[in-house]
């Protein structure tokens, strides 16, 4: 039902028990999340009554609530560019959502493939690297100056999109042409689509990524080398991805707003946890697979067809030298 919700609206009004699950949990979510902006808000002008100022400059809060808010009721912001309670909270959905979800699942299959035995000499360069490092705590551009690291990241992201598919919907009747033709069920060979106004497009992806014309014969495979090479800027560059001609974070104005945060927040996790920890495949572990939900989440499929959001690795403290 919900498949076909999304496709069809008038779906969206029948009274499903998943349907009321999502409405009781949006409220809920609306309630305790209004909640939380009062309550930030009552903090911040205690702080303001104490220092006299309610400029920008003058909080010290770095965590994302706290940010929003105090930008939002600073003196020197216009009225005009002032956000509503409800346009808070649509901002917090958005960077916990959007934004938690997708980089911790990017972040499992990263380690899944580091994981695999074929792909050991990969994780031993990477650790390599990081380890080059001589402080705990490096800056954004040294983090962001390790070309290995950055290699690493690039290929999960093209390898193992967390968002399968899209959509869009065209706002004009338009014809999109094909890169191959192919032959319809009426067995006319199409070297174009039309599309009426109103119509949903489902883009794949995960195809485009894995697409062999542009990444090569092994394009299924982990290989962060490809990102190294000198021929690095191949036919990928015609992909009107916001990130290195990928579609991971899509592209054009409904692209994903924090796609530079995400990269950072996986390399920093990255750099923390192999400079220390070594993964390996658990060998009598249930075969991974992906969830056919929005995220590809790693899952488990019990005997008794229960199905477990789970990626079990071994973990063990990393050999150095």
């Not at 199409?190 to 014969?217: C, F, M, P, S, Y």
Request: charged share 30%; aromatic share 6%; glycine share 4%.
């Amino acid at each position: 039902m919900e498949m076909l919700a999304a496709r069809f609206p008038i779906f969206r009004f029948i009274p499903t028990e998943g349907a009321q699950k999502t409405a009781e949990s949006k409220e809920i979510m609306a309630r305790v999340g209004l909640q939380l902006v009062k309550e930030k808000r009552a903090a911040i002008l205690a702080e303001a009554s104490v220092s006299g100022n309610l400029e920008k400059k003058q909080f010290k809060g770095k965590d994302i609530l706290s940010v929003i808010i105090k930008a939002n009721m600073a003196t020197d912001v216009k009225d005009t560019e002032r956000m509503s309670d409800q346009e808070v909270m649509d901002q917090i959905s958005t960077m916990l959502v959007a934004g938690h979800e997708t980089t911790s699942t990017s972040l499992s299959w990263l380690l899944y493939d580091l994981a695999h035995p074929k792909y050991q000499s990969i994780q031993s360069k990477l650790r390599e690297e990081l380890l080059s490092v001589e402080t705990d705590r490096p800056s954004m551009e040294e983090i962001n100056a390790l070309p290995y690291l950055d290699a690493v990241v690039r290929e999960t992201l093209r390898k193992n999109s967390v968002l399968d598919t899209t959509a869009r919907i065209a706002t004009k009747d338009d014809v999109i042409p094909l890169a191959k033709p192919f032959v319809d069920r009426r067995g006319v060979e199409r070297k174009e689509i039309r599309i009426k106004r109103g119509e949903q497009i489902a883009l794949n992806i995960t195809a485009v990524n894995r697409d062999k014309d542009i990444w090569g014969e092994d394009s299924f495979e982990f290989k962060p080398e490809r990102w190294l090479e000198e021929k690095a800027q191949h036919k990928s560059t015609e992909i009107p991805g916001v990130f290195s001609s990928l579609l991971t974070f899509l592209g054009g104005p409904r692209a994903c707003i924090g796609y530079r945060f995400a990269l950072y927040e996986m390399k920093v996790i990255i750099f923390v946890m192999l400079r220390h920890v070594a993964f390996e495949r658990q060998t009598l572990s249930p075969p991974i697979e992906k969830g056919p939900t929005l995220i590809t989440r790693p899952i488990i499929k019990a005997v008794d067809g229960t199905i477990t959001n789970t990626m079990p690795l071994k973990l063990k403290l990393a050999r150095v030298g």
